[in-house]
């Protein structure tokens, strides 16, 4: 049987870079949407994906997903990529999207909608790769049933708003606001520095481009 470990899965400093500017590619997306929808309020892990335990720029969830495409291999994935693919679902809005209370009015609800259909808009290969919106569709329909009433919901709304252009984010040295809140930016291009000297100082990646 094929094993791994840790040791010989480190990320090469190009894995690391690429995941973080993956991470924060999504991170604007979600974080446009939320606020052309006017929804997410009750999160307090903003930027979106980037703050608070679990996070996606934390070690525990870059050293698995940053070498998710390393190999296609189920065992390597269930090793290596899926530990920390769970451990970022400790975040908030993961937990109430994961366990909801179907609270009709539930601010997080429409949260977790809203990263699900993001995350289908992008081209994720554990996912099957990018979705238009007519695959979305109709992967609502064979949802979980007491999620497709949020989930149609973001979708109506979603698809009459043009898609932000995350691709004019090309590098971590410039990072563009592609339409959310600038205070939301500003901490996005914070939390980039930080993660990048923790990345240097702990691991020693140094350098680190995408």
């Known amino acids: 049987m094929v094993t ?9 400093t190009k894995e690391v870079g690429d995941w973080i500017l993956e991470t924060v590619r999504h991170s604007y997306m979600v974080e446009y949407f939320l606020n052309q929808l006017n929804i997410g309020q009750s999160d307090l892990q903003r930027p979106h994906d980037l703050e608070g335990l679990g996070n996606k720029l934390s070690w525990p969830v870059i050293k698995g997903l940053a070498i998710q495409n390393r190999k296609k291999d189920p065992v390597f994935f269930r090793t290596m990529v899926l ?68 989930l149609w919901n973001a979708y109506s709304r979603m698809r009459e708003i043009p898609i932000p252009h995350t691709h004019r984010i090309k590098t971590l040295d410039e990072i563009h606001n592609i339409g959310i ?25 140094e350098d680190i481009r995408s």
């Open 83 to 150: 530990p920390s693919i769970r451990y970022h679902q400790i975040q908030y809005h993961h937990v109430q999207w994961n366990e909801p209370k179907f609270n009709p009015d539930a601010e997080e609800m429409k949260v977790g909608a809203v990263d699900s259909i993001c995350s289908m808009l992008e081209n994720r290969e554990y996912q099957g790769g990018y979705h238009s919106f007519k695959d979305i569709r109709e992967i609502i329909v064979r949802s979980d049933p007491k999620k497709q009433g949020w």
């Open 4 to 12: 791994y470990n840790l040791i010989e899965s480190k990320p090469s």
């Open 181 to 205: 809140p600038q205070n939301i930016h500003d901490r996005v291009v914070i939390r980039v520095q930080e993660t990048l000297e923790m990345l240097a100082s702990r691991y020693g990646y």
